[in-house]
């Protein structure tokens, strides 16, 4: 049977490699963010870690916004992966990749394991703060998306399909990211995200001064 460290880093060489070039912000260095805050994460929330890091390695391995909102396709993927190492955790791992994606302002996000709880907040806080702003922009650029439009209206999606087709860069703000302090799962979460909310509420008002000549 091979090793929890072994699965660990043959994992993350992996997905290194799966998603190198990558210029959406669903990089290996998202990934690499995301594992090092669920492992600070899940220590301080007594979680279990093995569960916690593969899933949060294996989490964006097929990003569904990038694979025409499938859903499924990211936990599948890392199923035929942890299985040929032989991973017996493989059915929690893949209803973590399956269940933590923001999809909506009034999407109903299911229930998650603590584990689960853990690299969600690990996620989010990675499209928070000074990375959240850059990612966002990187996502916005590769899709086409123009940067604000002030008639453009920011929206509470109550589909998955209605937030996959976005909007602004700008209005994403509103309709995620801006949220995602009050959604933290865990207390180190919300902590860790309090910071990074304000530094996003700042820059925001700095972009609508500049925006009209300030």
């Not at 964006?60 to 992966?81: C, E, P, Y």
């Not at 190492?85 to 229930?111: M, Y």
């Not at 806080?125 to 899709?143: E, Q, S, T, V």
């Amino acid at each position: 049977m091979t090793s929890s460290a072994t699965i660990i880093d043959r994992t993350a060489n992996h997905v290194r490699t799966v998603l190198s070039g990558d210029g959406t912000g669903h990089d290996w260095w998202h990934v690499y963010r995301v594992w090092k805050m669920a492992q600070r994460i899940g220590q301080a929330e007594k979680a279990d870690l093995f569960v916690v890091e593969l899933a949060a390695l294996l989490h964006d391995i097929a990003d569904w916004k990038l694979h025409d909102g499938d859903s499924t396709v990211g936990s599948k993927i890392a199923r035929d992966w942890l299985d040929s190492l032989d991973a017996h955790i493989s059915e929690h791992v893949c209803q973590i990749i399956a269940n933590i994606s923001f999809k909506g302002a009034k999407v109903e996000s299911p229930t998650l394991s603590q584990e689960g709880k853990v690299v969600q907040d690990a996620d989010r806080l990675d499209a928070m703060g000074a990375i959240g702003i850059a990612r966002a922009f990187a996502y916005g650029g590769a899709k086409g998306q123009a940067i604000y439009d002030p008639a453009c209206k920011p929206t509470e999606h109550g589909t998955a399909e209605a937030y996959l087709k976005g909007g602004t860069t700008i209005n994403h703000f509103c309709e995620k990211l801006l949220l995602l302090r009050d959604r933290m799962n865990t207390a180190t979460g919300r902590a860790m995200a309090e910071a990074r909310h304000q530094f996003m509420e700042d820059y925001l008002r700095r972009f609508y001064e500049e925006w009209e000549g300030g």
